[in-house]
């Protein structure tokens, strides 16, 4: 099965910290996407990349920055965090291709205080 | 079975009987889209996807119609059971080249299945 791992489920932090999410796929998969989800708002799309050291913003990347020096590894880093980013954070890949879907990481809680 | 109109959050229906959940999306060049389960505490679970050369595409017990002339999408569940409660999300493609391979949601729609 692919596994798409966060390596937190839930972070405390404190405002202006420089947080840290990290997020592994160990199926070889091109594309990696980092979401933030709240509620009655679903899923946004934050950053994407479709290969290492490629990125691409998506509907909210204010206030986020992304790094993939390795295919299996795609961060997201919060540089400044604020109580508005306050928020669950949902990691998904896809193989190559635009009819692919995604599996997802089990999420990351993050507060920040 | 219970049939709701676009987009409705939250969607009750009785053990057995079956669910209809529609999604509106966006895109006229979207030509992939999928149905997403997530369950409490989990991350979001493919169900079923459909291309845009379908109408219909079956699954277990899992129907995605796919009607284009009005941007629709919905997910049939027969004989739903206690087990599908859950958030249900519609996705579809962003759009040509390589944003297409990034998916936009829909805002979710949450099914609560009563014995």
């Known amino acids: 099965d692919v596994k798409v791992t966060q390596s937190s489920r839930y972070l405390v932090k404190r405002t202006g910290e420089k947080v840290f999410l990290e997020c592994v796929q160990d199926?070889?998969?091109?594309?990696m996407f980092w979401y933030r989800q709240d509620p009655g708002l679903g899923l946004r799309l934050i950053y994407f990349?479709?290969?290492?050291?490629?990125?691409e913003k998506g509907d909210i990347p204010e206030g986020y920055s992304v790094s993939r020096e390795k295919k299996e590894r795609f961060s997201l880093i919060l540089e400044s965090a604020s109580t508005n980013q306050t928020s669950m954070y949902l990691c998904?890949?896809?193989?190559?291709?635009?009819?692919?879907?995604?599996?997802f990481g089990s999420g990351t809680r993050l507060t920040v205080v | 079975g219970e049939s709701v109109g676009l987009h409705l959050p939250t969607l009750s229906v009785q053990e057995g009987d079956n669910s209809i959940i529609n999604c509106a999306y966006s895109?006229?060049?979207?030509?992939?889209f999928i149905w997403y389960k997530q369950e409490s505490g989990k991350g979001p679970q493919f169900i079923i996807d459909?291309?845009?050369?379908?109408d219909k595409r079956q699954g277990q017990r899992v129907t995605v119609l796919l009607n284009k002339t009005v941007k629709h999408l919905s997910l049939q569940i027969a004989a739903t059971q206690p087990g599908d409660s859950a958030v249900y999300f519609c996705?579809?493609?962003?759009?040509?080249?390589?944003?297409?391979?990034?998916?936009?949601f829909g805002k979710g729609t949450t099914l609560s299945v009563s014995s």
């Open positions: 998904a890949s896809s193989t190559g291709g635009r009819d692919r879907g995604y599996t």
């Open positions: 199926m070889d998969h091109e594309n």
């Open positions: 990349s479709y290969d290492v050291k490629m990125k």
């Open positions: 895109n006229s060049a979207s030509d992939y």
């Open positions: 459909i291309r845009s050369n379908m």
């Open positions: 996705a579809e493609n962003m759009g040509p080249g390589q944003a297409g391979t990034a998916l936009i």
